[in-house]
Structure formats: structure tokens, C-alpha cells
């Protein structure tokens, strides 16, 4: 009978070894569908079309303290309420060089009592311009595509996370921050730029949290066909190399639809320096990942970043990638090998 348990808990010992292999590799074991989707593998076509129906309320003109704002703003808090996410709204004045304004940063927290934070975010407002025939710039890759990205993260994330009893004892939580106020009102400077971000690493550092957000994923200027991405910081390459290994494994499965186009280059590039709403984090020590598409798409601050310049094939690739990525991270693929 001793020889039958000790058998046993080798074969147990070795089955842990071959698992947890497998788990820092690839999903082997958990079919790429439960990541992804059945609906993307079988029918492009319904996938595209949900994410359009998901970033669809986010594409109309959200300046700061405006009624657009507000209405995105609700549109966005609405969905992860309806996730179960716990929902708060940080709503601050700032003065700006037309006077003093209302912003409202929208924090959204999968298991708040979680003291670890995998962070993702991107900027739910849009730039002040008018062109001389009143059309109001959009900003489709600047950032209504990326907002709609972390909408379709949260979705993705909703079915493994509940379903998963390892992840129930795991310290980390997903946490998604809109910012407000990215964009300057006049001219980029310091003062006038990331009013939300300032805000939001001050309050967290007087708070104490920063130290608990293990990742900080800043997403920016996606959704356009000449999208890619390097790595501007030595300190998170681990991160970034993990999502160009889920975008090899994606390719080798022929489920990407451009499987000839690579998104995440090879080529770090540690100087970079590009202003945008991770800096302050960055500034306090706060580990930072960047998917900032460089060079900035051609439609930057034009009118024709708008719906009819979103790829959307490309875009769901980089979906694809995204939700194994973060799945990966918080090393879902572990308790799906553990529910078989
Ligand atoms: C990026 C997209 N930025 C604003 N929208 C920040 C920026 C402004 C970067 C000016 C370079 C120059
Ligand atoms: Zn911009």
C-alpha cells in the first residue's frame, strides 16, 4: 500500500514539473480558444464586428468637463460595472492655460481587496481641434481604440478569472485606468499635458500604493494599419518579450490575419524618452511597459484619425496578443491546466 502512495506522488511530483514547463512556455495544455474566443477562430468577421460595437460610443469628441466626456466616461464605467469591476471615479480641478477645469480619471478594479495591481491604461479623452470647416477631431488610435481595447481585456478576462480557484489565492489583481486630460489644451509643456496621470501618481503615492503596482501597461496611438511597438525600457523587457513570444505562437498557429507583419520589434530603443501619461509614474519608480505604437501613426493630430482609418484586422491581432499576454501574466494558464 506505501509503495501504491509513494508511486503516486511521484507521478504527481513529475505531472507538477511537466505542467509548470509547460505553463512558462505556451499555453500547451489550455486550447488558444479559451483565450481568444471560439467566435475569432471560426468567424473574423463577428469578432471584428464586436469590437467595432465596443468602440463605437467611445469614437465621438470627449474634451475635458464637456457633456462627450461624461458620456464616454459612463459608457466605460457601465461596461466593467457590468463585469463586477469595483468602479472609482477621481475627480479633481486643475488649472489650465484657458482657466480652471474639472477632470475625472475613472479607476476600475477586478478584486480591490487584492493588494498587488497588474495596471492597464490609456486616455479616454481627445484633443481640442477644430478644422476650418467645424469638424471636431475624434482621435480613433488617440485613445478611443486603446480604451476599447482594455473594454474587450476585461470581457476577455471575465470567464478565466471567475472560473479560476488558483487565481482566488493570487495577490495580484488587474486594475484599468482611464486618464483624463492628456492632452494639452494650448501647447505641450509640463503644466499643460497629463493633468490626469499627475494627479493620479501623486494621490497614489501619498496613498502608498505605488510600490503594489507590479506592472504599469500604458496602451497608445493603436488602431491603424502602420501600428508597431519597441521596447523603451530595460527594466520591463521581460514583459515585452513576452508578448512578442505570444505573438510567435499566434503566428505559428496561423491565427493572426497578418501573419507576415511583426508588431513588437526585436529592437529595444532605451532612449526614447516619449512624453505621455506613464511618465510621472515612470518618475516614481513604478515599472513601466509602453505600447505606444513608434513612429506615431501618420494620422497623428489629424483629422483622419477617426472610424475610417481604424484597421481592424490589425487591431485584433494585437488583441489576440494582448489578451494572451495578460492572461499570461496573471498566469491563467495554470488554472486552466488545473481544471482539466
Ligand atoms: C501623443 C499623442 N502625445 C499626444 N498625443 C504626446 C506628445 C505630444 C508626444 C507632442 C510628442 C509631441
Ligand atoms: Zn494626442
Known sequence: MKGVKASALILYVLCCIVRSKSDGDQPATCKAGEILGTRDVDNADAELNAFNQLVKPILIPRMPDTEGSATVRNYLVSKLKALNWHIEEDVFQDVTPYGTNTFTNVIATRDPRKSKK???????????????NGNVFIGASDSAVPCGILLDTAVHLHRLLTRSRKYKYQYITPQIVFFDGKEAFKFWTDRDSIYGARHLAKKWEEENVLPNVKLFVLLHLIGTSDVQFVNFFKQTTKAFKLLAKKERYLKKKRLLHYNEITLFNKHPNFESGIEDDHIPFLHKGVPILHL?????PSVWHKMTDAAAHIDYYTTLDFIKIFRLFVADYLQLYTILNYRR
Open 292 to 296: 505606444v505604437s513608434a513612429p506615431f
Open 118 to 132: 497588474m495596471v492597464l491604461a490609456a486616455h479616454y479623452d481627445s484633443k481640442n481641434i477644430t478644422d476650418r
